[in-house]
């Protein structure tokens, strides 16, 4: 049965597992399937059970990691892509693992112009595109990036170390001129510990020579279209313990300085 978590944030959280996900393919418009929490991946869980396979099951935007955080996972299209550490775009296998993903069935709901910008002004934007209601959002933006400066992670042998360490050994990198969908979610601060709480991002170039985890960028004009998200079924493997749900400033402070210096 899968676990009922409720409102959380402004959006409904309930927990399945593997098998209970591979029942339920007929999801809605307006809701998001994560595999595992972030909670977890920090804690140090980076191999989970779910294929990209199965994750393309349940969508076909997203974004995540590969088992062992081996690159950046994009997912656009319907096509799960990975952005390696040494730079290389790569098409993920369908029986390769993800420790953490998000994607959803993307349908635009709300479409606008986005940029000229950075960052926090193009997110901005796409902030004042949805109504001030909506808790969750998905979003893929097409645009020509002028700057991108990315992150990939290489692969982590086990024993595990805490995606602490292994963002320690993170890879960045800056792009120039191309074009690129930008895609990702932006979820409310009380859902930390399952999810990054405000905007992540990923992209990948048009023409897939360039891929990443979004740390900064800097557009020209670009379309962005926009899906609010109300429901997140979260696939939690077997041994996963779910930690405490719940905005925790210190928590937050440090994803932060993971995932978007
Ligand atoms: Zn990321």
Not at 97 to 112: L, N
Not at 124 to 138: E, K, R, W
């Amino acid at each position: 049965m899968p676990i009922d978590d409720g409102l959380i944030g402004g959006i409904h959280v309930a927990r399945v597992t593997r098998a209970e996900a591979a029942a339920d393919l007929d999801q809605h418009d307006h809701e998001a399937f994560q595999a595992s929490t972030l909670d977890a991946l920090l804690r140090g869980s980076l191999a989970g059970d779910l294929t990209i396979g199965e994750l393309l099951d349940h969508g076909d935007l997203g974004l995540g990691t590969r088992n062992l955080l081996d690159g950046e996972l994009i997912v656009v299209d319907g096509e799960a892509w990975v952005a390696r550490a040494d730079g290389s775009v790569v098409r993920a296998a369908p029986d390769d693992r993800t420790p953490f993903a998000v994607v959803c069935r993307f349908t635009a709901e709300i479409e606008g112009v986005v940029g000229p910008g950075g960052f926090d002004a193009v997110t901005a934007q796409v902030d004042a595109l949805a109504p001030p209601s909506a808790a969750c959002l998905a979003v893929r933006i097409d645009a020509r990036v002028e700057r991108a400066s990315l992150r990939s992670v290489p692969r982590q042998d086990q024993p595990a170390p805490t995606l602490a360490d292994a963002i320690a050994a993170q890879v960045v990198w800056e792009a120039h001129g191309f074009d690129a969908a930008i895609v990702g979610f932006r979820f409310p601060r009380d859902v930390d510990g399952l999810e990054l709480p405000g905007w992540h991002l990923h992209l990948i170039a048009d023409d897939r020579s360039v891929a990443g985890h979004v740390l900064d960028l800097e557009i020209a004009r670009g379309r962005a279209q926009v899906e609010i998200q109300d429901e997140l079924h979260v696939e939690v493997p077997a041994g996963v313990a779910v930690g405490r749900v719940g905005y925790d400033p210190e928590r937050v402070r440090r994803l932060e300085d993971m995932e978007r210096d």
